[in-house]
């Protein structure tokens, strides 16, 4: 199989590692910024397969993967799927919710597999929520989630921290309940000056009842990764971070005077985990061979961009508003 990636910044360096060292791939790489001939040169990459401008390799692969700044994903996967390629976005789809289902019709219209990197759906930490806790509703009715996605970074030039960060969550989330939010309430803060916020509250509503709330932003000391689920029937803690799920037997109960709170039995699930990123990068050249369609698919993607959309205009607005996707 012929991949082209185009951008290998901060994280397409990954991507460069993990595709590289697929034995049946054969790679090009493409980057506008003149230092990355040299960083490449340096991992032994064969130079004839580089160039600076991604149009040299278009037509001799057969996916692409974009990993390059948000505000440029949208011509860049519009040619590669007018080309005939499969497809790999790195998330956000793109800047904007409009924009992102042109590239959902395109693919669908050329039947190419587009694949959007929602990443923690890929992580092992998902799997055992979903096979162990939530699908067998081992925590009865999910009530309310939490997730904490912050810590001390460089903050992105590009997009800020809702469209960054929060927007994993909200893609998480959706795929933990089931479901896409059908409202949401957003409260996002620019403290740097940087014209772009870096501080997001988030809460989102679904129409099964459930509540979910994100926070996000650049200032915690402590980097966290972590999800609070509360059922009915018990409460966890999945912390991505340390691969580990803790589990409460804490529950509400009604009594004819008031409400017990239940304190049970806790324990611990370590989590063995392969590295999330090549999980998500083989499922995605599984389903270009196989032709079934990928877990995050281009419409998956920019429902989450809608969700974002939606959240920067309540913020605005200082209101809760419906999603209309």
Not at 20 to 32: G, H
Not at 150 to 170: A, C, E, N, S
Not at 290 to 315: C, D, H, N, W
Request: some cysteine; aromatic content about 10%; glycine content about 8%.
């Amino acid at each position: 199989m012929k991949i082209l990636l185009v951008g290998v910044g901060r994280w397409g360096k990954n991507h460069y590692r993990i595709l590289s060292r697929i034995r049946d791939v054969k790679l090009y790489v493409s980057d506008t910024d003149p230092a990355s001939a040299s960083y490449l040169e340096a991992q032994g990459m064969d130079m004839k397969n580089f160039s600076h401008d991604y149009h040299d390799f278009l037509l001799s692969a057969d996916a692409v993967f974009v990993v390059i700044p948000a505000q440029v994903h949208f011509p860049v996967c519009m040619e590669a799927l007018q080309a005939g390629c499969d497809l790999f976005i790195e998330k956000p789809v793109c800047h904007d919710y409009q924009d992102s289902l042109r590239i959902h019709e395109e693919s669908e219209k050329g039947n190419k597999i587009t694949q959007v990197g929602h990443i923690f759906r890929y992580h092992p930490v998902t799997q055992e929520l979903l096979d162990n806790h939530l699908n067998n509703n081992a925590l009865g009715s999910v009530k309310y989630m939490k997730g904490m996605f912050k810590g001390f970074k460089r903050p992105r030039m590009d997009v800020g921290v809702t469209m960054t960060d929060t927007i994993h969550f909200v893609d998480l989330f959706s795929c933990l309940v089931g479901q896409w939010p059908v409202c949401v309430y957003g409260k996002s803060s620019e403290i740097l000056g940087r014209g772009m916020d870096d501080l997001s509250l988030s809460h989102l509503f679904f129409e099964n009842g459930t509540t979910g709330f994100i926070e996000s932003g650049y200032f915690q000391p402590r980097t966290l990764r972590e999800v609070m689920i509360a059922g009915d029937r018990k409460s966890l803690i999945a912390d991505y971070k340390a691969l580990r799920v803790t589990v409460r037997e804490n529950i509400h109960i009604k009594r004819e005077n008031g409400w017990e709170a239940r304190i049970g039995e806790s324990r611990e699930i370590d989590i063995e985990a392969g590295e999330p990123l090549s999980i998500e990068i083989e499922s995605f050249i599984s389903s270009v061979k196989t032709r079934k369609k990928p877990l995050v698919t281009a419409m998956e993607g920019a429902k989450a961009v809608k969700v974002i959309e939606t959240l920067y205009e309540s913020s605005l607005k200082g209101k809760e508003l419906a999603v209309d996707y």
